[in-house]
Nanobody, 123 residues
Framework: QVQLVESGGGLVHAGGSLRLSCAVSGRTFSIYGMGWFRQAPGKEREFVASISRSGGSTFYGDSVKGRFTISRDNAKNMVYLQMNILKPEDTAVYYC????????????????WGQGTQVTVSS
């Protein structure tokens, strides 16, 4: 069993920044590719970013490219999402998830999910 706990969400003005964190426990963190997803009210879940086991490969959804950066610290069992130049349309609940795919993209199967953290961007 794997547990994921997201943190760092909050309310920010448009143009601002937030850094989300995801703490992973339960099994060896380095065996997992990791992803961030988000879901806004009334909308489908959307892929945001993913990172390979080693951290050497990253992928981003088109709507966040150039603004968001995913990273991981395997020594601390943590994955991060640095979000810059935030827009009101970034408002959503953000979730981190694990996958056994070594170099995951948006279409990988993600097995374990956190409970989510709310990000609200005001205009």
């Amino acid at each position: 069993q794997v547990q994921l706990v997201e943190s760092g969400g909050g309310l920010v003005h448009a143009g601002g920044s937030l850094r989300l964190s995801c703490a992973v426990s339960g099994r060896t963190f380095s065996i997992y590719g990791m992803g961030w997803f988000r879901q806004a009210p009334g909308k489908e879940r959307e892929f945001v970013a993913s990172i390979s086991r080693s951290g050497g490969s990253t992928f981003y959804g088109d709507s966040v490219k150039g603004r968001f950066t995913i990273s991981r610290d395997n020594a601390k069992n943590m994955v991060y999402l640095q979000m810059n130049i935030l827009k009101p349309e970034d408002t959503a609940v953000y979730y981190c998830a694990t996958t056994t795919v070594a170099v995951p993209g948006s279409s990988a199967r993600y097995d374990y999910w956190g409970q989510g953290t709310q990000v609200t961007v005001s205009s």
